[in-house]
């Protein structure tokens, strides 16, 4: 051991303990975003001791470490069996769905050099992540609205908004915001008859949809993967319905040459030949060795059983919810994913409901009004749910109750005014920090204040820390965030990105190398 120098071990690994529990849980299913449970107690550890296995290799070479060569086509492989590729197909272990979804933008741009001004067709619900893709790459991302009822893809107007310049449909399987997939066979004879490629957003439905769709288990979801006429690529998270440690999404293509332009070489430099499938260069054994032993270990049945018993926890909580007055779903949902709206006008808000559910030790995802979709709640669904739906739904109706009783957050005229006078494109710092002040939100306490609320200062127990420096602190989160979020619900979606993108700047502070822990 080197002698004299930080705490010891034991000590680093019991702060690190005290950090994280003031985090969202993320087993037990009361997270019900970001994180998935299978509920099985054996695969965190498989998970844990296959990471540490092999997060020392660098995938940036594979003839170097043949094993994650060997481990990344063993996962493909399953993956192609799984989503109906053909003999021809082939596919990439990326970091997670964002790059699987970049790097399928990116080969579709680079396999049409002939289009000067490139563009991609997505509905109006595609993922967020196609968004970043058109802002990465310089491809211009062009809309379509999604039917307004059902919040499905439609094929027509898909057909419409295609012109010389598209070198990419995209449809989603399921779409993260309303869990609906979209019409598969309709848009990907739309994209074949116009000779363009498809991509199959399944990051979040395409370790589940096979099962529920093999078994004939409560979903009416259509063929949506490879073994469909005109679906030329698809993405999967096996970090998402694998259950596998986070930073693994699997890319596929259905032949080698559709894969080939996101490929990325360079012998332009005396260092060695830089040669990567994906964004990263040096790239972690560690994900993939992790999801490899997952993926091994609870094999094609175990999935087969986890798709069905997180499908029944929906179910079971979509009748539970649609039961409380003043509560709906959106949509028929097909997959894992609720989208819980208010049911006509009943008095009593959303974020409200959040934060009443927050206190009671559940976490949702606010989802803001675009288009035709009202805000709601999002509900990811896993495995863990099962035999505790009772549970989140009595939570559920204690919120609402709360929520009732407190009546709706109402903006005050000023705020309001103050925030349809502001101009995205030219908000200052003076106006952001005018704005957090009307909306109560001041920052931490400085180094020299002492810090009253406990170790981590904010009080919230999340985010935030207290200790920042300089003049941008950390802000100091209130632990109900109803009034903030209607807020952020009456900005146009642009003001919201440059609001939100302003404020993590403000999470985002260096902490003093000798701050306190
Ligand atoms: C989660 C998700 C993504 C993005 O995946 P990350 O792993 O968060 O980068 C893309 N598309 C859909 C449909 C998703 O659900």
Known sequence: MIPGVGPGADEVLAELTRLRAGDAPTHGGRTLAYVYDSGLGDLDELAARAHAAASSANGLDPTAFPSLLHMENDLVGTAIELLGGGRAAVGTVTSGGTESCLLAVLAAREGRRDVVDPSIVVPSTVHAAFRKAGHLFGVRVVSVPV?????????????????????????????????VVDPIPEIAAVAREHGVRLHVDACIGGWVLPYLRRERVGTRAPAFDLSVPG????????????????????????????????????????????????????RSGGPLAAAWAVVRHVGDDGYAALARTARAATEEIRAGITAIDGLGVLGEPDSTLLAVALDG???????????????????????FPHESSPANLHLTVTAANRGHEDALLTAMREAVTSAVAAGPVTLDDDLRALIDALDPEALTPEQFAGLLAAAGLGAGPDEDGPDEDGPDGNGDGRTGDGQGRGPGRPIRLPDRMAGINAMLAVASPRLRERLLAEFLGTLYRPRAADASP
């Not at 986070?246 to 012998?267: C, I, M, P």
């Not at 927050?358 to 606010?366: E, F, K, N, P």
């Open 147 to 179: 039917d307004p009822t059902t919040f499905r893809a439609d094929p027509d107007a898909t057909a419409a908004a295609i012109d010389h310049t598209t070198v990419l449909v995209v449809a989603s399987a399921p779409s993260y915001a309303h869990g």
């Open 231 to 282: 679906v030329t690529s698809l993405s999967v998270d096996l970090h998402k319905y694998a259950y596998c440690a986070k930073g693994v999404s699997v890319l596929l293509h259905a032949d080698a040459e559709l894969r080939r332009g996101h490929y990325f070489a360079s012998a332009d430099w005396p260092g060695y030949t830089m040669l990567n499938p994906t964004l990263q260069s040096t």
């Open 345 to 367: 006008d009943p008095g009593f808000d959303l974020f409200t409901v959040a934060d009443e559910l927050a206190a009671r030790g559940w976490y949702v995802q606010l989802q």
